[in-house]
């Protein structure tokens, strides 16, 4: 006679529904680095439009910082590394920060 085999999942699975954290990316103003290359950089790193490169570009530089964009830990610290190095490769001090966010 067949023995009745216990099919049942030997793995719990658990309902995911934590959020990722995110982090806000911020462009820091400068006096040195040109306004086309900081327009340059945020088309290239992150995929913005001419326009809206140009408005993050005038709202650092006026203000001293505009928010970038927010992204997942693993983005924000990519994009940050990669729009650093592409200033300091020139020789500016061209500057993106990531903070948490609350
Ligand atoms: N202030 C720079 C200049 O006058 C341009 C600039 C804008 C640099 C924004 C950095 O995040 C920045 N050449």
Same mark, same amino acid.
Request: aromatic share 6%; proline share 6%; charged share 45%.
């Given at each position: 006679? +067949?023995?009745? #085999?216990?099919?049942?999942?030997? #793995?719990?699975?658990? +309902?995911?529904?934590?959020?990722?954290?995110?982090?806000? #990316?911020?462009?820091?103003?400068?006096?040195?680095?040109p306004r086309d290359f900081v327009v340059a950089v945020l088309m290239a790193v992150f995929r913005m439009t001419e326009a809206e490169a140009l408005g993050v570009m005038l709202t650092a530089h006026r203000k001293g910082a505009c928010v970038v964009a927010v992204y997942t830990r693993e983005v924000a610290e990519t994009k940050c590394k990669q729009a650093n190095d592409a200033g300091r490769e020139q020789g500016y001090p061209l500057a993106f920060t990531m903070e948490q966010e609350e």
């Open positions: 006679m +067949a023995e009745k #085999v216990d099919e049942r999942p030997k #793995v719990e699975t658990k +309902a995911r529904t934590e959020r990722p954290r995110l982090y806000k #990316v911020t462009l820091l103003n400068d006096d040195f680095t």
